[in-house]
T-cell receptor, first 113, second 115 residues
Framework: GENVEQHPSTLSVQEGDSAVIKCTYSDSASNYFPWYKQELGKRPQLIIDIRSNVGEKKDQRIAVTLNKTAKHFSLHITETQPEDSAVYFCAASRNSGYSTLTFGKGTMLLVSP | DTEVTQTPKHLVMGMTNKKSLKCEQHMGHRAMYWYKQKAKKPPELMFVYSYEKLSINESVPSRFSPECPNSSLLNLHLHALQPEDSALYLC??????????????FGPGTRLTVT
């Protein structure tokens, strides 16, 4: 089955800095890679995703890049704000009518004012 | 409406009790999911329903019994649980179908404590 590795496990930055979280996956058939943000006591919230036919996607301060050859994808957050503080999970999925997400272990991002 | 709702928000049950968790979505999604999340861990997939049929059971113990009465509802029936089953149980849905989008939307979860 799929295995997703995520690094780092914790990341502390100053407000305004950039943050990068990296994930690798094992199943070359995976074709969908979402990122979720989970604040304490809240549900995982989909913040951005990318499909295997795309190399990069951007949404305001958030971007995701995908390297299919290396089986590697990354989340980039620019101009970080304290409200970006949360746990971020990457996931990988092979879709066939439904998506069976395999999650990384998560990265706790702390943005200090 | 892009919301998945779950009831109850919190549940405390003894090991001999029978209880049910409920999940509902009105987005017309045809794939629905149950996940279990322990503290400081990622969600772990338990079950997948596609077009009201059970498509995936990730070797979940039989004390967890899923049910999909219709395309909007998903239940998880609980019986003879163990204390280690205490966790946040998350429901999610996605459009489903081979031409559908892949995005999964999560409900707020039910915080389950087994005593």
């Amino acid at each position: 089955g799929e295995n997703v590795e995520q690094h780092p496990s914790t990341l502390s930055v100053q407000e305004g800095d950039s943050a990068v979280i990296k994930c690798t996956y094992s199943d070359s058939a995976s074709n969908y890679f979402p990122w979720y943000k989970q604040e304490l006591g809240k549900r995982p919230q989909l913040i951005i995703d990318i499909r295997s036919n795309v190399g990069e996607k951007k949404d305001q301060r958030i971007a995701v890049t995908l390297n299919k050859t290396a089986k590697h994808f990354s989340l980039h957050i620019t101009e970080t704000q304290p409200e970006d503080s949360a746990v971020y999970f990457c996931a990988a999925s092979r879709n066939s009518g439904y998506s069976t997400l395999t999650f990384g272990k998560g990265t706790m991002l702390l943005v200090s004012p | 409406d892009t919301e998945v709702t779950q009831t109850p928000k919190h549940l405390v049950m003894g090991m001999t009790n029978k209880k049910s968790l409920k999940c509902e979505q009105h987005m017309g999604h045809r794939a629905m999911y149950w996940y279990k999340q322990k503290a400081k861990k990622p969600p772990e997939l338990m079950f997948v329903y596609s077009y009201e049929k059970l498509s995936i059971n990730e070797s979940v113990p039989s004390r967890f019994s899923p049910e999909c009465p219709n395309s909007s509802l998903l239940n998880l029936h609980l019986h003879a649980l163990q204390p280690e089953d205490s966790a946040l149980y998350l429901c999610a849905s996605s459009q489903g179908g081979n031409r559908g989008t892949y995005e999964q939307y999560f409900g707020p979860g039910t915080r389950l404590t087994v005593t």
